[in-house]
T-cell receptor
Framework: EDQVTQSPEALRLQEGESSSLNCSYT??????LFWYRQDPGKGPEFLFT???AGEEKEKERLKATLTKKESFLHITAPKPEDSATYLC????????FGKGTRLHILP | EAQVTQNPRYLITVTGKKLTVTCSQN?????MSWYRQDPGLGLRQIYY???????DKGDVPEGYKVSRKEKRNFPLILESPSPNQTSLYFC???????????FGPGTRLTVL
């Protein structure tokens, strides 16, 4: 059965304190791994798509990487506005979302 | 502006009273999907549609119906809502099943 597991469930960091979020997956025939950001009460907003092991993508303070079993979202020197829930997802025919990591950046 | 719209945004109803949540996208996307989001359970897919007149069940389809008569619209129908369908619902679309999804603003449904 296809699965997506995110860790940690919640993370509190001081402003400027870099860290990584993990998304591990078991999918037969990966057709892309997606990262989204979700603010409270709003729809998820697309960040990155990764298709093959070794691929990396960056956007401002965020960098996503992919291996054959997991993906990491690295956050470098975060700011309070980076506080959100970060979701990863994989699309076979049904899209499976992880439960997310709630990130809180303290000023 | 490219967007996915949902209506209503908020709805309080009673058990058994049929309701429809509309979803419309203006990006000519083929793939559309409905999710519900509950605390501790994350986003779970209800139904998805690969194209007009093509729909399929997601992870939690029980108690829901959908239709895709036009490419831009993908309404979610609750024939006889129950309290366990109280949730935050999102509609999403993408140009293909493996593509990035664009989400609507959400519909917060309460069934009493």
């Amino acid at each position: 059965e296809d699965q997506v597991t995110q860790s940690p469930e919640a993370l509190r960091l001081q402003e400027g304190e870099s860290s990584s979020l993990n998304c591990s997956y078991t999918v037969s025939g990966l057709r892309g791994l997606f990262w989204y950001r979700q603010d409270p009460g709003k729809g998820p907003e697309f960040l990155f798509t990764l298709y093959s092991a070794g691929e990396e993508k960056e956007k401002e303070r965020l960098k996503a990487t992919l291996t054959k079993k997991e993906s990491f979202l690295h956050i470098t020197a975060p700011k309070p506005e980076d506080s959100a829930t970060y979701l990863c997802a994989v699309p076979p025919f049904e899209v499976i979302f992880g439960k997310g990591t709630r990130l809180h950046i303290l000023p | 502006e490219a967007q996915v719209t949902q209506n209503p945004r908020y709805l309080i109803t009673v058990t058994g009273k049929k309701l429809t949540v509309t979803c419309s996208q203006n990006m000519n996307h083929e793939y559309m999907s409905w999710y519900r989001q509950d605390p501790g359970l994350g986003l779970r897919q209800i139904y998805y549609s690969m194209n007009v007149e093509v729909t399929d069940k997601g992870d939690v389809p029980e108690g829901y119906k959908v239709s895709r008569k036009e490419k831009r619209n993908f309404p979610l129908i609750l024939e006889s809502p129950s309290p366990n369908q109280t949730s935050l619902y999102f509609c999403a679309s993408s140009w293909r099943e493996e593509g990035e999804q664009f989400f609507g603003p959400g519909t917060r449904l309460t069934v009493l």
